[in-house]
Structures are given as C-alpha cells and as structure tokens.
C-alpha cells in the first residue's frame, strides 16, 4: 500500500475486464484529484473547501450533460467530468458514492481529531467504502453480502492506512486514531509528536492491527466469489493490507522511522497467496 488508499484502487490494472478499465480509470481520476484538493499543495481551508464545492457543482453538471441536457463545465474540469459523466451514465452508477467521498474529502480539511472508534468508522463508511461499492456497481456483484464484505475490506484499508501514515498525518496536524483508544492505552499527543514506540503505543497499535486483519479476512470471501481475473485482483488487495499488516508487526509497530511498504519480493509472497485462497 502507498501512502494513499487510493492508490490501493486496481486502477486500469490488466486482471480488470477491458471494458471496464476505461470506467475504473474515470473513476480514480475524480477520487485522487479531489482527494490531493484536501491534502496537497498550500492552499488555504477556504480554498479547498470551495474546489470541492466546485467538483459537487461539476458532478452534478456532467451527469446532465451525459443525459442529454445542457451543462456549464469549467474547462479546467472537463478533463475530469466529461469522461466521468459518461461512465456513470454507461454504467448506470448512482451518485451517492461520488459526494460521500467529497464529504469525505471536505471533512479531512475541518476534522483535524475523532472522538471514537464509530465516528472514525463512520468516516471511513465515505472515503473509502464507495470506492468498493463502485466497484460492485462495475461487475454487476450488488448483494447485501457483497456489500459487507467489500465495506469491510475498504474499511480496513483506510484504517492500515492510518497506522503507516501516523507521522505524516501529524504533519498535518491530524491524528487518525481515535481519541478514546489513546486514553485508555494512555498513549497521549505528545507520545505521538515524539515518535515514542513505548509499551503503551505497541498494546494500541497491536490493537488496531488485529482489528484490521480481522476486517480483510471477513472480507476475503468476496474475492473469492467474483469470477477471474476481478476475483483475483480484489485477493490481491486484501493480500497486499494483510502483508502490510505483517510488516507492522515485524518493524515492531515503528511506524514513525520504518514505514512499510510493499517491494518485489512482498508482491511474489501476495500473488502466491492469493492464487492460492
């Protein structure tokens, strides 16, 4: 995994279905440019917060203009928007997944903390569940079951995401662990903002790590239900989050000096793995 979840999306990958690597790409391009809109470059809060005001206008713009009616586009979005707007209307894709991830989005700039474990969830439920549920969407797979289990698989990558992403995150003065799991490992700011790898720190990551692997493994079946090569693809992601996984535990939860990530080697083990669930 990246630094970003998105880049845990199978982006145009060659185990996608030809015909829909085109709707994937599409689709990642609005995810990551609005997401680097959040968290990139040195725009203020205001700024951000009226760009993505701007790509809720244009979302709801492109889908009229891809039905036919008239539509005012921002030339700097239509690169963004006119192909996007043609794969919602190809593929029939609702629009409720495209503005949770803006609200998503729009909530990193304001929501620098979360109380609980359910309020952060419940962020994840947006910036990260609709991506799979889009997905779901693509290969004709909507079902309760398929729902959970991809949400699951979503949600427990964003969460892996947080735990590599401790120190670049408080860079940003953002802290993705819940407050009240701190408190009660007595794992404070402060621990934090000295990359202390203390007892305290180590119980809460561990924690956070099985919660984690507990969420790609109620997940797994789903890649194991959807045909070829899209079955494959998803077993390698949740391959990928659990190797990641892994990886934490071996650096003994330093995520501060050593953050993991994915090599050659880690994607021999990952595809061995998934070929063989």
């Known amino acids: 995994m990246s630094a970003n979840h998105y880049e845990n999306f199978p982006v ?4 996608l279905p030809k015909h829909l690597r085109r709707a994937v790409l599409n689709i990642y391009r609005f995810a990551r440019s609005a997401d680097d809109i ?9 700024e951000r917060l009226q760009a993505l005001q701007a790509y809720r206008t244009a979302l709801k713009a492109c889908v009229q203009s891809a039905s036919g009616r008239p539509a005012a586009l921002h030339p700097e979005l239509d690169p963004i928007f006119v192909p996007l707007g043609q ?40 910036s990260a569940n609709p991506v799979g549920r889009l997905m779901l969407h693509l290969y004709g797979a909507m079902n309760q079951e398929s729902l959970a289990q991809s949400d699951a698989i979503c949600t427990a990558l964003q969460r892996l ?10 860079q940003k003065n953002r802290i993705y662990l819940p407050q009240q799991e701190l408190q009660r490992f ?8 000295n990359a202390e790898v203390n007892m305290a720190w180590k119980a809460l990551l561990q924690e956070q790590v099985s919660a984690c692997r507990a969420l790609l493994h109620f997940g797994l079946p789903l890649g194991r239900r959807l045909p070829g090569r899209i079955g494959l693809e998803l077993r ?13 535990e071996h650096v003994h939860f330093d995520v501060f000096r050593r953050r993991p990530t994915l090599g050659a080697y880690d994607w021999a083990i990952m595809l061995a793995r998934a070929l063989r669930t």
């Open 12 to 15: 145009a990958s060659w185990l």
């Open 38 to 46: 959040a968290d990139e470059g040195q725009a203020s809060d205001t």
């Open 87 to 126: 794969t919602i209307a190809d593929h029939h894709l609702p629009l409720e997944p495209f503005n949770d991830l803006l609200s998503a989005f729009e909530q990193d700039i304001v929501q620098k903390r979360y109380a609980d474990q359910a309020t952060l969830d419940h962020y994840c439920a947006r």
């Open 161 to 170: 995401n947080f735990l590599q992403d401790v120190a670049i995150d408080w």
């Open 186 to 193: 007595g794992v404070t700011e402060q621990t934090i903002a």
């Open 236 to 248: 390698l992601i949740v391959q990928g989050g659990l190797r990641i996984l892994e990886k934490i």
